[in-house]
C-alpha cells in the first residue's frame, strides 16, 4: 500500500498522559497536513508543512499540541495533558500540490 | 472568515433517481470549492473539484458565486453512490487548509 499510513489507528489514554501519532505521507509529496473530526463534524485543520518548515497552524492547536515533521517526511502529533475534549479522530493529508489531499486511515483517540 | 454548510446531514434517494447535495459557503475572495467522499470503512478522498470542470462517477457541480453555493449533481443514483459526502473550501491566498462542512450521509434506497 502506497498511499498514507498512521500509527496507531487506535489510542486510549486516560486523562493526563501524553499520547503521539505518526503519519507517513506518500513518499514523493512534499505537503503534509494535519486535521481532526470529531463525531458529526468535518475535518477541521490543525497544522500544515511544506517539506520540513511548519507554515501554517490553527488556533486549534494549542499548547499541548506539537507537530513535527523533523526530515520532511514523516512526521508526529504529540498531544501532552490529555483532556476528554482531545478524544477525536486525527486524520493526516499528504499532497504534492494544492489541490488534491491524499488522505490517511486516522487514529482514533479516546480519552477516559 | 471562511465556513462551508451543508444543510443535510442525511439525505436517502431511491436507485435511478437524481441526487443533489447541497453546499453553500462563505468567503469574501475567490474560494476553492472540492467535494470530497467517504465510503463504508475506506479513508476521505478527493471526488471533484469546481476548477477542473470534470464529471466524476456521474456527479458534476457548479460553483455559483453570486448564490455561493457549490451543490453536487447526479441525474440517476446508484446504490454504490452510498457514502459520507463533504463539501470543502479552500482561499485563493496562498494559504494551504480546507475548510470542511459537516457532511451529508447519502443511502440510495435499491
Known amino acids: 500500500d502506497t498511499g498514507v499510513s498512521q500509527n496507531p489507528r487506535h489510542k486510549i489514554t486516560k486523562r493526563g498522559q501524553n499520547v503521539t501519532f505518526r503519519c507517513d505521507p506518500i513518499?514523493?509529496?512534499?505537503?503534509l497536513y494535519w486535521y481532526r473530526q470529531t463525531l458529526g463534524q468535518g475535518p477541521e485543520f490543525l497544522t500544515y508543512?511544506?517539506?520540513?518548515?511548519?507554515?501554517?497552524k490553527s488556533r486549534l492547536l494549542s499548547d499541548r499540541f506539537s507537530a513535527e515533521r523533523p526530515k520532511g517526511s514523516f512526521s508526529t502529533l504529540e498531544i501532552q495533558r490529555t483532556e476528554q475534549g482531545d478524544s477525536a479522530m486525527y486524520l493526516c493529508?499528504?499532497?504534492?500540490?494544492?489541490?488534491?489531499?491524499?488522505f490517511g486511515p486516522g487514529t482514533r483517540l479516546t480519552v477516559t | 472568515a471562511q465556513r462551508v454548510t451543508q444543510p443535510e446531514k442525511l439525505l436517502s434517494v431511491f436507485k435511478g433517481a437524481p441526487v443533489e447535495l447541497k453546499c453553500n459557503y462563505s468567503?469574501?475572495?475567490?474560494?476553492?470549492l472540492f467535494w470530497y467522499v467517504q465510503y463504508s470503512r475506506q479513508r476521505l478522498q478527493l471526488l471533484l473539484r469546481?476548477?477542473s470542470r470534470e464529471s466524476i462517477k456521474g456527479f458534476t457541480a457548479d460553483l455559483n458565486k453570486g448564490e455561493t453555493s457549490f451543490h453536487l449533481k447526479k441525474p440517476f443514483a446508484q446504490e454504490e453512490d452510498s457514502a459520507m459526502y463533504y463539501c470543502?473550501?479552500?482561499?485563493?491566498?496562498?494559504?494551504?487548509?480546507?475548510?470542511f462542512g459537516t457532511g451529508t450521509r447519502l443511502t440510495i434506497i435499491p
Open positions: 493529508a499528504s499532497s504534492s500540490e494544492p489541490y488534491e489531499q491524499y
Open positions: 469546481h476548477i
Open positions: 470543502a473550501l479552500k482561499s485563493n491566498l496562498g494559504n494551504e487548509k480546507l475548510t
Open positions: 513518499s514523493e509529496h512534499n505537503r
Open positions: 468567503y469574501s475572495g475567490s474560494p476553492e
Open positions: 508543512f511544506q517539506n520540513e518548515a511548519q507554515l501554517e
